[in-house]
Nanobody, 124 residues
Framework: QVQLAESGGELVQPGDSLRLSCIVSGETLSDYGMGWYRQAPGKEREFVAAINHGGDKTYYADFVKGRCTISRDNGKRTMYLQMNSLKPEDTATYYC?????????????????WGNGILVTVSS
């Protein structure tokens, strides 16, 4: 089994920056992609960003391109999401996700494991 634990969510003001982290624990995995999803109150859950195992391929939703950077440190089994120029519409619960053997096109739309989520609130 795999467990995912998010951290870093908090209340910030519009224009601020924030870095979310996600630590992977449990069984050792040889090849896995990771990603972030979010769900705002009253809205559907949506894809935010994803990264392959080697960290050399990243994927972003249009609404975060240029404002967010996804990265990972496999030695620490940790993934990050650096978010800049935050907007009130970025307020949501952010979920860390993981996909074993991330092969094929758009693998990040079919994740195997999910964290419990962490709240990010952007408000003045």
């Amino acid at each position: 089994q795999v467990q995912l634990a998010e951290s870093g969510g908090e209340l910030v003001q519009p224009g601020d920056s924030l870095r979310l982290s996600c630590i992977v624990s449990g069984e050792t995995l040889s090849d896995y992609g990771m990603g972030w999803y979010r769900q705002a109150p009253g809205k559907e859950r949506e894809f935010v960003a994803a990264i392959n195992h080697g960290g050399d391929k990243t994927y972003y939703a249009d609404f975060v391109k240029g404002r967010c950077t996804i990265s990972r440190d496999n030695g620490k089994r940790t993934m990050y999401l650096q978010m800049n120029s935050l907007k009130p519409e970025d307020t949501a619960t952010y979920y860390c996700t993981l996909r074993i053997f991330p092969w094929g096109t758009n693998w990040y739309y079919n994740m195997d494991y999910w964290g419990n989520g962490i709240l990010v609130t952007v408000s003045s």
